[in-house]
């Protein structure tokens, strides 16, 4: 084998990435804040665009005086709640707003400070009183004293160490407690919670029915009695499609009236144009450019998004005339193959937009739904699976409720080969016990 140094002409072909190409995958993929953030960030790079963000409609049209007048008076005299600002309470307000009137000196409200800053959303306590009276420096008399005003305080169960804890706290406020739910719950609440009914029933010497009963009163307790304290600001999201059905038909329209426009400033730009300087021109040519291959872009943006969003119309039309439930498994190499794109531009298409349909906006990755061989040629999506087996479970008898097994064979006269393992699998993404935990003792 020779080796030399030498020089070859050799002819190859490769995809360049140039900044434009980038540019524009980047604004295939933007949702409809992104691109917003994008354009906006744009126009501080290029003193020739300016961003035209669509006024705000006006809530009612303009009338005149007089008839204003009259329908306001025919209102509702409750509307003005609608008005008003959310100030949604705390867990922590409220308990402090309860203690507001009880005499504490200067250390016990240290501790109770730091008592309330380590209770969690739930009403936990997430701290020991011997950790409490090591950080505060105080005796754990003390810290136990204020642990205990926090305890006596409503809601009932706050303050608690554990669930456990939690339900017995509860039981101390309760009348007409039955004998055996506190026995229970203190003396074999884990074997309780595993729905070892039959061990428990043979401890405590009484009847299976017996403990059904305590379960039942049980069930009334309140597992997280700070949860409705707990407020978290609702995100909201742009769709960017919109699906309307009219008779037999379905119409898809892009949203594009609440999406910025990028406009060139013409008269600013033809105002520069008239100076000599070399340099100027060659950057009012690059922004020029900059902005046509900007507005290229966008519209290109567009048309995809609307053609991918037409494409998954088609082929879910049984979800948009029957509902969720009639959701087919479909993939994005499908929708490319037909469209003659590439799948990553349908990736990319679907991510982070949304589609108002009449059963709620959902995201474009929703119609992509796995699918499922059958027994014969049909074929059913992990949505359809679901809900087919929490349909079973519904229907189910609660003395003798289906096992894992007996679904999957119900699956497969339906003509979906669901093997056992898939139906636990989907069992514990829709929160359904097992059938031991759902069988009831009437």
């Not at 295939?28 to 804040?33: M, V």
């Not at 009259?70 to 609608?82: A, C, I, P, T, Y």
């Not at 960017?240 to 730009?269: A, R």
Request: glycine share 4%.
């Amino acid at each position: 084998m020779h080796l030399k140094p030498g020089l070859w002409q050799q002819q190859t072909m490769k995809l360049a990435m140039t900044q434009e190409l980038t540019q524009a995958i980047a604004l295939l993929q933007y949702s409809a804040q992104e691109l917003t953030e994008f354009l906006e960030a744009k126009t501080m790079e290029n003193p020739f665009i300016q961003l035209e963000v669509s006024e705000m409609k006006a809530l009612q049209p303009k009338e005149k005086a007089g008839v204003r007048k009259g329908r306001l008076e025919k209102k509702d005299d409750k509307n003005w709640v609608e008005h008003l600002a959310d100030h949604s309470q705390t867990l922590t307000d409220y308990l402090r707003m309860q203690l507001s009137l009880v005499p504490l000196n200067n250390e016990q409200k240290r501790i109770l400070d730091f008592l309330l800053y380590n209770m969690d959303e739930n009403g936990y306590m997430s701290i020991t009183v011997e950790e409490t009276a090591g950080m505060c420096g105080c005796r754990e008399e003390t810290a136990a004293e204020v642990l205990q005003l926090i305890r006596e305080l409503e809601p009932a169960g706050v303050g608690a160490e554990n669930l456990q804890d939690c339900l017995l706290l509860q039981l101390e406020r309760m009348e007409g407690v039955p004998p055996l739910v506190p026995v229970i719950i203190q003396d074999y609440f884990i074997v309780f919670a595993e729905k070892n009914w039959r061990l428990v029933a043979k401890k405590l010497g009484v009847d299976v029915k017996a403990i059904q009963e305590a379960a039942d009163f049980i069930q009334k307790l309140n597992p997280k009695p700070g949860a409705r304290f707990h407020y978290e600001q609702p995100t909201y999201v742009r769709p960017d499609l919109t699906v309307v059905l009219k008779n037999d038909s379905i119409e898809v329209h892009l949203l594009e009236d609440e999406m910025p426009k990028i406009v060139f400033q013409k008269d600013y730009f033809e105002e520069l144009a008239s100076h000599k300087d070399e340099q100027l021109k060659e950057f009012m040519k690059d922004k020029h450019k900059d902005y046509l291959w900007l507005l290229k872009s966008l519209e290109q943006r567009k048309r995809t998004i609307q053609r991918v969003g037409l494409k998954i119309v088609e082929k879910q039309k049984d979800f948009f005339f029957y509902g969720p439930s009639r959701l087919q498994p479909l993939t994005m190499k499908e929708i490319a193959d037909e469209l003659e794109i590439h799948e990553s531009t349908v990736s990319r298409a679907v991510r982070g937009k949304y589609m108002q349909t009449p059963y709620g906006t959902y995201e474009l990755k929703t119609f992509f739904p796995a699918g499922l061989s059958g027994g014969t040629e049909e074929t059913a999506s992990a949505a359809q699976v679901k809900s087919k087996i929490t349909e079973l479970v519904n229907g189910e008898s609660k003395t003798k409720p289906l096992s894992d097994q007996e679904i999957s064979n119900l699956l497969k006269e339906e003509g979906w080969q669901v093997s056992r393992r898939t139906v636990a699998k989907y069992r514990d993404q829709l929160f359904i016990p097992s059938s031991s935990k759902r069988k009831r003792y009437d």
